[in-house]
């Protein structure tokens, strides 16, 4: 089993819609992280977790909300997506600097 | 808050040949600096790291070098191969102390090698 599990892999939803974007982590670490990754413009961070009580807003937040249920557990929320997010998202864990991604989300809105 | 840069955004190479890419950064307080590799339709995987206390770096055909002055970075892949064709992503943070540990990463290479 994969580390870092995103689910799904990819999506298609239309504009206005609310999707969650799930990740499940087996490192056993505290620290969770959302990541987007457009063309060009590297991965740029969404939300970040330190652990399950600590939540914190990103470089792009906007449009985006989190839920960490468990240490394990980090959703990614588009509360109305819009095409403009259309992207691809990386959830990602580590402990103190050595980061492990999931393999991605890939997100289209229409 | 932490600015990365990286160049070239494309490389194309021969095979065997050297690579080199090249990341500067803007907050001196960083004292981390990873190089992540991204095959197509996975997510980036470590392959080297340096922290601030060390200028060089070396794991077999990849090593890294840190000028901390100019606040510049860069890694260096020898005798090149097709399976070194991927995107490679530099990334700076601050680690340490109370400090937070996120990764500001630079826009990435997408480096080709041809057989």
């Known amino acids: 089993d994969a580390d870092v599990t995103q689910t799904p892999r990819n999506r298609i939803t239309k504009t206005g819609k609310r999707i969650m974007l799930e990740c499940s982590q087996t490192?056993?670490?505290?620290?969770m992280y959302w990541y987007r990754q457009d063309p060009g413009l590297g991965l740029q961070l969404i939300y970040y977790?330190?652990?399950?009580?600590?939540?914190n807003k990103g470089e792009i937040s906007d449009g985006y909300s989190v839920s960490r249920q468990a240490q394990a557990k980090f959703s990614l929320s588009l509360e109305s997506a819009i095409p403009n997010q259309t992207a691809l998202y990386f959830c990602?864990?580590?402990?103190?600097?050595?980061?492990?991604f999931g393999q991605g989300t890939r997100l289209t809105v229409v | 808050g932490e600015n990365v840069e990286q160049h070239p955004s494309t490389l194309s190479v021969q095979e065997g040949d050297s690579a080199v890419i090249k990341c500067t950064y803007s907050?001196?307080?960083?004292?981390?600096f990873p190089w992540y590799k991204q095959e197509l339709g996975k997510g980036p995987q470590l392959i080297i790291d340096?922290?601030?206390?060390?200028g060089e770096k070396k794991d077999q055909r990849i090593a890294v070098t840190l000028n901390k002055t100019a606040k510049h970075f860069s890694l260096h892949i020898t005798e090149t191969q097709p399976e070194d064709s991927a995107v490679y992503f530099c990334?700076?943070?601050?680690?340490?102390?109370?400090?937070?540990?996120?990764?500001?990463f630079g826009q990435g290479t997408i480096l080709t090698v041809h057989p």
């Open positions: 990602a864990t580590s402990d103190l600097d050595r980061f492990v």
């Open positions: 490192k056993g670490h505290d620290r």
């Open positions: 977790s330190f652990d399950v009580k600590d939540i």
């Open positions: 907050d001196s307080a960083s004292n981390y």
């Open positions: 340096i922290r601030s206390n060390v």
């Open positions: 990334a700076a943070s601050r680690q340490g102390g109370t400090s937070y540990g996120k990764l500001t």
